[in-house]
T-cell receptor
Framework: GNSVTQMEGPVTLSEEAFLTINCTYTATGYPSLFWYVQYPGEGLQLLLKATKADDKGSNKGFEATYRKETTSFHLEKGSVQVSDSAVYFCALGSWGGSEKLVFGKGTKLTVNP | DSGVTQTPKHLITATGQRVTLRCSPRSGDLSVYWYQQSLDQGLQFLIHYYNGEERAKGNILERFSAQQFPDLHSELNLSSLELGDSALYFC????????????FGPGTRLTVT
């Protein structure tokens, strides 16, 4: 079945550092890929998405590129801020029946001033 | 604000009891999904309804059931509750043709004592 593997956390960075959170997937067909973010005490917010190979999703300075050849969708940000501290989830969406999401285990990011 | 509402925000109940969680999707969205988030299992898909009909089931226990009403709101019923059912329960909604893009509510935190 479909699955998502995400780098284990927690990740602790200083403000303005470069961020990479690795995500790889296993899927049949042509899934969509997503990054969701969960701030403390809140629900999940869609951060960015990519629906086909070589698509780049971007939002709020975060970027991720859908790499079919390496089955990856790594999240990057060039300069993190304290306000980026949250848990980040990589997710895979399939359809043709049910468009359920399959999530990675999440990576907790803490950014220190 | 995602536009998805969930009530109640918190629920504390005893083992063996039954509870109902409620979700209202974004205006115009026909699909409603339920997910369970726990520390050990992460985010797990439970069930998907589309316009009142069950579309797919995931790791949902037989003690759990759901339905979607004609006004598109959904309820998740949890019965014979066990300590291990303590978790965050999220509802998400999506519109057709968005290739898996889902919008999440703030969640209901269930504590079984």
């Amino acid at each position: 079945g479909n699955s998502v593997t995400q780098m284990e956390g927690p990740v602790t960075l200083s403000e303005e550092a470069f961020l990479t959170i690795n995500c790889t997937y296993t899927a049949t067909g042509y899934p969509s890929l997503f990054w969701y973010v969960q701030y403390p005490g809140e629900g999940l917010q869609l951060l960015l998405k990519a629906t086909k190979a070589d698509d780049k999703g971007s939002n709020k300075g975060f970027e991720a590129t859908y790499r079919k050849e390496t089955t990856s969708f790594h999240l990057e940000k060039g300069s993190v801020q304290v306000s980026d501290s949250a848990v980040y989830f990589c997710a895979l969406g399939s359809w043709g029946g049910s468009e359920k999401l399959v999530f990675g285990k999440g990576t907790k990011l803490t950014v220190n001033p | 604000d995602s536009g998805v509402t969930q009530t109640p925000k918190h629920l504390i109940t005893a083992t063996g009891q039954r509870v109902t969680l409620r979700c209202s999707p974004r205006s115009g969205d026909l699909s409603v999904y339920w997910y369970q988030q726990s520390l050990d299992q992460g985010l797990q898909f439970l069930i998907h309804y589309y316009n009142g009909e069950e579309r797919a089931k995931g790791n949902i226990l037989e003690r759990f059931s759901a339905q979607q009403f004609p006004d598109l709101h959904s309820e998740l019923n949890l019965s014979s509750l066990e300590l291990g059912d303590s978790a965050l329960y999220f509802c998400a909604s999506s519109s057709a043709g968005t290739r898996g893009e889902q919008y999440f509510g703030p969640g209901t935190r269930l504590t079984v004592t």
